[in-house]
């Protein structure tokens, strides 16, 4: 029964009681590892969502780094280069988790310079102000935490243990991201201008980050069955809305949805239509910044590429040398 | 013994100091996401890090020491150019990976025997400041060395442009060892060490280092002088308006 519409990457059915034991394993709670079957279907959806995600944590420093050159203090300045340095290192740590599955980073990176590969469509807005790293910190990592804390119990051991590590470090990010936004909340009616317009830029795109409503999630249902997934979209969205709304209040910001209102029954805030033709505008690569976010890449790639060539002809000098030496 | 240092002029030295590692750091933070590889954008942005962290220190102990009251970020954000004591080396644009790396080797050199004299001072907050840096210094002087050793040993285009860093950034060295009258006393009252011996050591390190790595010292070139009196190379005034700019825009906020 699991072996339904299940293919391998030649195209076979896959063998069906391999299938019964993996997903077994899984309903059990036991973590796949990479020397483990696994069908390639569950290999190739965790290949997409990690690397995905690790050119997130790439691209995802060019909103930011846009801002230390002009962080408004040393320990502004310092803090926030601590963060996007976070950032590169969840890439790291991401890309080498996906190795584990078969692929390089070279090809990942190739994919993602080619535009082959996705990444979160939030780093294709843009960031105009200070107040864009704390509405960053607070509302983008803040939704990239609920999404992220599930994932520690991936059933994918690896990507789980890189989960582990990262959603630590992204908590200090949200917090410092609210502090960012606390201090401008409480200083002149400059900054708070400059919070309130940060907040409207960022209140939807940070929402549209949990994907599509559940009727349209199309890789949901196996990844919930593959536990890669925990909750749905639409149930992370309202528990991020839930948690976000009281924080805003007490900022004494105004979230830019006039439909949003505490619903007594649910016990949850209802909120005004997301656009999703937005989001899946930007996921096509209409949005404000996907063109220069991905040009900053290639740019960075080719303009280093005589640096990455120099250091695997020296090293490979090196270990010729070593050899000869030995020998 | 404390009282018998000269205030005045260990604050001058404080932002000689200060203000050179938050310029070198500030040039690197432009490498954030735009490294060559994603090993270097996390080792480049910590480089900065720890530089802008001395920068922090010796800006902090400059305010206490100042007569009106001013604080760490006053010293970084509301100087002009002219104010600033940094030779003018660690203003230079950042360049290709090869100028960067050339120019992080100098100061690190530098630093390294800098810092390895301060350890000795008699002004003990220096003192600690330097140990701590140091510690943070000798990694960055073991990298950057390293880096000149893969770029000139190993491709043709390599080694040319490392050749070419080192053509367009030699004569800008000399000015880390000039001292003035301020310095002289500091030396003489035991709290700085003799940057002639330090030229010497940076000197015999770095022409060691050359060698090794095939590379030739440029003959003639401008010599680069004034950052310790506050003439700049026209490249320090952009970057303070960038660096500054929300500081002179939103004057005396709290961020």
């Known amino acids: 029964m699991y072996s339904q519409g299940l ?25 796949i590892e990479p020397r483990d079957w696994m069908p390639a279907a569950y290999r190739k959806t965790l290949i997409r969502q990690m690397s995905q995600h690790a050119h997130s944590e790439i691209v995802g420093q060019l909103p930011e780094g846009n801002w230390i050159t002009r962080a408004p203090t040393l320990n502004r300045k310092m ?76 059933s994918y051991g690896p990507y789980a243990r890189s989960m582990v590590r990262i959603c630590k470090e992204e908590s200090f990010h949200q917090r410092q ?42 890789h949901s249902e196996q990844s919930m069955k593959w536990k890669i997934k925990r909750f749905s979209n639409d149930d992370l969205r309202q528990k ?36 999703f033709n937005e989001l899946f505008q930007v996921i096509k690569g209409n949005g404000p910044c996907n063109k220069e976010r991905l040009q900053a890449r290639i740019n960075a790639h080719e303009s280093g590429a005589w640096v990455r060539e120099a250091a695997a002809v020296f090293q490979q000098l090196q270990s010729e040398k070593n050899k000869s030496e030995a020998a | 013994m404390t009282n018998s240092i000269d205030n005045k002029a260990l604050y001058a030295y404080l932002l000689r100091l200060a203000d050179s590692s938050l310029t070198m750091g500030q040039r690197l933070a432009e490498w954030c996401g735009h490294g060559p590889y994603l090993e270097e954008d996390v080792a480049l942005t910590n480089v900065s890090l720890d530089m802008i962290g001395h920068a922090n220190i010796f800006y902090q102990m400059a305010a206490e020491l100042s007569d009106e009251a001013q604080t760490a970020d006053e010293l970084a954000f509301l100087r002009d150019a002219h104010q600033y004591r940094n030779p003018i080396i660690t203003e230079l644009p950042k360049g290709d990976f090869a100028f960067t790396m050339m120019k992080q080797y100098f100061m690190d050199t530098f630093n390294f025997f800098l810092y390895e004299g301060l350890s000795q001072s008699s002004h003990e907050p220096l003192a600690l400041a330097a140990q701590k840096a140091l510690m943070e210094v000798k990694y960055h002087l073991k990298r950057s060395e390293t880096w000149l050793e893969r770029l000139s ?45 330090l030229k010497k050591k940076w000197d015999s390190h770095v022409q060691a280092h050359m060698n090794h790595c095939e590379l030739n010292l440029p003959e003639t070139g401008w010599v680069a002088t004034g950052g310790l009196e506050g003439e700049h190379s026209e490249h320090l005034g952009y970057m303070l308006a960038e660096m500054q700019f929300l500081q002179r825009a939103y004057p005396n906020s709290q961020w």
């Open chain 1, 177 to 218: 991201g609210y502090e960012i936004m606390t201090v401008l909340a409480r200083g002149s009616q400059a900054q708070k201008d400059m919070a309130q317009r940060a907040l409207n830029r960022t209140w939807w795109p940070s929402l549209m980050m949990f994907g599509p409503s559940d009727k349209d999630s199309k």
């Open chain 1, 7 to 31: 293919t391998d990457a030649k195209g076979q059915e896959e063998p069906a009681d391999l299938l019964a034991e993996f997903q077994a394993k899984i309903d059990r709670e036991e973590k």
């Open chain 1, 79 to 154: 803090i926030l280069l601590a963060k996007v340095q976070d950032e590169a290192g969840h890439g790291l740590y991401i890309y080498s988790a996906t190795e584990t599955l078969g692929v390089s980073r070279d090809q990942l990176t190739d994919e993602l310079l080619t535009g082959k590969a996705k990444y979160s469509s939030i780093f294709n807005y843009p960031t105009p102000s200070w107040a864009d790293m704390g509405a960053i910190g607070w509302l983008v990592d803040g939704a990239a935490i609920m999404n992220q804390v599930p994932l520690c119990r991936a």
């Open chain 1, 240 to 275: 991020f809305i839930d948690a976000t709304v009281p924080q805003a209040e007490h900022l004494g910001l105004t979230i830019p949805d006039p439909d949003l209102k505490w619903n007594e029954e649910t016990g949850h805030y209802d909120h005004g239509e997301i656009d």
């Open chain 2, 153 to 197: 040993l190993s491709t043709e285009e390599a080694s040319k442009r490392i050749q070419k860093a080192l053509d367009d950034l030699w004569f800008y060295t000399p000015e880390l060892f000039e001292t003035d009258a301020t310095m002289n006393k500091l030396f003489q009252q035991g709290v700085i060490g003799d940057y002639g011996e």
